[in-house]
């Protein structure tokens, strides 16, 4: 079956620690999201890419890196400058055709400081 | 920036009730409004897309609305079941930046 796969399900990290979330998708889908949700909240974007190789910040991509090396993969690197990282974070695809097209959301990665 | 409000936060219902979910956005300029389900822990998954140019979209029980004049959207869901219980979240797609920009939901509980 096609979707989207986050993994690990839950993550903890350490004081000083880089950690990284996978996403990897079998939908053939050109572009990819990870959004980060704090309780009660909505959903803000830290980082996108439309194409392989490249990428953009979204609204919160401070303490946050990525990587598009290959189309079905867009793993993020949640790094000790992000000093408030425990939160759901939510992978997102969807096939190009400007903005219509609707995001399929992976299961995601819950991640908390031990 | 863009704003999207859902209002109320939260919403208990007895099974078989009809209901309406609301959705108020800032920026008229949108391109398209989405309404999202998300289960417990789990991601989200698209309901329904209403694009700029669209009225209202239905699948099944559910019906959306998008009134861009007065900046606002409708999720309608007829005889509302316990299985539909989960937060529903709206989120636009303004004509720019084309990202999306989501409301914090509205987390709805059908009673049996």
């Known amino acids: 079956d096609g979707g989207i796969t986050q993994s690990p399900k839950y993550l903890f990290r350490k004081e000083g620690q880089n950690v990284t979330l996978s996403c990897e998708q079998n939908?053939?889908?050109?572009?990819m999201y990870w959004y980060r949700q704090d309780p009660g909240q909505g959903l803000r974007l830290i980082y996108y890419?439309?194409?392989?190789?490249?990428?953009q910040k979204g609204d919160i991509a401070e303490g946050y890196s990525v990587s598009r090396e290959k189309k079905e993969s867009f793993p993020l690197t949640v790094t000790s400058a992000q000093k408030n990282p425990t939160a759901f974070y939510l992978c997102a695809s969807r096939l190009k055709g400007g903005g219509n097209q609707p995001q399929h959301f992976g299961d995601g990665t819950r991640l908390s400081i031990l | 920036k863009q704003e999207v409000t859902q209002i109320p936060a939260a919403l208990s219902v007895p099974e078989g009730e009809n209901l309406v979910l609301n959705c108020s956005f800032t920026?008229?300029?949108?391109?398209?409004l989405q309404w999202f389900r998300q289960d417990p822990g789990k991601g989200l998954t698209s309901l329904l897309l209403i694009q700029s140019s669209q009225r209202e979209q239905t699948s099944g029980r559910l019906n959306a609305s998008l009134d861009k004049s007065s900046g606002r959207s409708t999720l309608y869901i007829a005889a509302s079941q316990p299985g539909d219980s989960a937060t529903y979240l709206c989120a636009m797609v303004d004509g720019s930046a084309r990202q999306l920009t989501f409301g914090s939901g509205t987390q709805l509980t059908v009673l049996p």
């Open positions: 890419s439309q194409i392989v190789n490249d990428f």
């Open positions: 920026d008229s300029a949108i391109y398209n």
């Open positions: 939908l053939n889908h050109d572009a």
